[in-house]
């Protein structure tokens, strides 16, 4: 008996431990980012997005993961999905630091993987959802990992940056450790609703901090750059109870010679025909693809619809994003790419896809890009689990 009464201590000892842990991990990590003040609260709840103390999307679209739809998607989480992750990475082109310093023309962008930019523009350099970590997760070693290991540069190559674009707070959009590495060789941070409260506890001071809510824009010099609507959700986690206290966007970017639109995360919805007739057409759609799955096609597109979204915005060229970096959907990891590039040839939209790291311009021709991502099918199938 006594034996048995200290393998129960032990048992509930360590149990307590693992308990307070959490606890403590969750109300002290710097990850989890900061809340509004009160004055910064009183202009949120102004905002025609903000009702009953949270933010909602246009017509009430809400994710409902209750009943069925839940133990669907635990078993979902519990099936093996073939060839979910790359059995080799993708090899990322490596970016020149002094390249990068030299451009000084026409509209540049590198993609980083997932909805993670560089844009070169006019002068200045733009980052968009700089998400440059190795995972989108809180608890980096148990967390969604990074398909390739090796970035194609490094954040303290990349040059001064002059303006950091952010649609919300996921984690896969938003990283502590990139800010932190980011933040003192950065200008400007422009992001939605709320989203500031989490700049400014990681040291980000407010004199470079704009929120804005849809609709809204800010200059930067000769650049124009608009917060417009999303079907999305927001979030970190901190106890459930930051759940849409910060609001989430798309984002319309603007120079003297250029038009391009950057989607965020969104589902398909009315606002991009809304998008499309106040500010197009676009020389350039950069639109989500990827991470979906029906139980929750209200707050992601499916890839058919990431081309029908870049016809309702007017966009010349589209390419899709949101793939290719992390594994946060049960479906194979080309899968994104192959179905939205079968519907852009069958509605004759023509569609970009470059390789992590490599520098496109967009200067009135069609970008030439390659199907890289279809010359990985001939790799050894892995699955979820392996």
Not at 45 to 67: C, I
Not at 76 to 94: G, I
Not at 197 to 213: C, F, K, P, Y
Not at 239 to 267: H, M, N, R, Y
Request: aromatic letters at 10%; one cysteine or more; a neutral charge.
């Amino acid at each position: 008996m006594k034996k048995m009464a200290k393998t129960m201590i032990i048992i509930a000892s360590t149990l307590a431990l693992i308990v307070i842990s959490v606890v403590l991990f969750m109300a002290l990590s710097p990850q989890f980012g900061g809340l509004p003040t009160q004055k910064q609260q009183l202009i949120y709840n102004q905002s025609p997005q903000h009702r009953d103390g949270k933010f909602a999307n246009m017509g009430d679209v809400k994710m409902e993961m209750t009943g069925k739809k839940f133990w669907a998607m635990l078993k979902e989480q519990f099936n093996v999905h073939p060839n979910a992750t790359p059995a080799q990475p993708p090899h990322p082109v490596s970016m020149d630091s002094t390249d990068l310093l030299r451009h000084n023309g026409d509209f540049r962008l590198f993609w980083f993987g997932h909805s993670s930019f560089l844009i070169q523009t006019n002068g200045k350099n733009i980052l968009i959802d700089p998400m440059l970590g190795q995972s989108a997760s809180p608890v980096p070693f148990i967390g969604v990992k990074r398909f390739n290991k090796k970035m194609p540069i490094e954040i303290e190559q990349l040059p001064l940056i002059d303006l950091v674009l952010i649609s919300h707070d996921h984690y896969d959009h938003l990283d502590y450790q990139s800010i932190k590495r980011l933040k003192d060789k950065t200008e400007a941070f422009y992001t939605p609703l709320g989203v500031g409260a989490h700049l400014r506890a990681w040291g980000v001071d407010s004199m470079r901090i704009t929120e804005l809510d849809w609709w809204q824009h800010a200059q930067l010099d000769e650049l124009s750059f608009t917060c417009t609507p999303a079907q999305h959700f927001s979030g970190r986690g901190k106890w459930f109870s930051d759940q849409a206290s910060t609001l989430w966007c798309s984002w319309v970017i603007q120079t003297p010679e250029k038009k391009v639109f950057f989607s965020g995360d969104s589902g398909y919805g009315p606002h991009f025909k809304t998008i499309g007739e106040k500010y197009g057409p676009f020389d350039l759609a950069l639109m989500e693809c990827g991470q979906y799955n029906d139980l929750w096609k209200e707050i992601h597109m499916m890839p058919e619809e990431t081309i029908l979204a870049a016809q309702d915005i007017k966009a010349r060229i589209v390419m899709p994003i949101h793939w290719g970096a992390f594994k946060l959907a049960m479906h194979d990891w080309l899968d994104p790419i192959t179905r939205a590039s079968a519907k852009a040839n069958e509605t004759g939209l023509p569609v970009i896809t470059p390789r992590i790291g490599e520098g496109l311009l967009l200067n009135g021709e069609i970008p030439a890009t390659t199907q890289w991502w279809d010359e990985r099918r001939n790799e050894p199938i892995i699955t979820a689990n392996q």
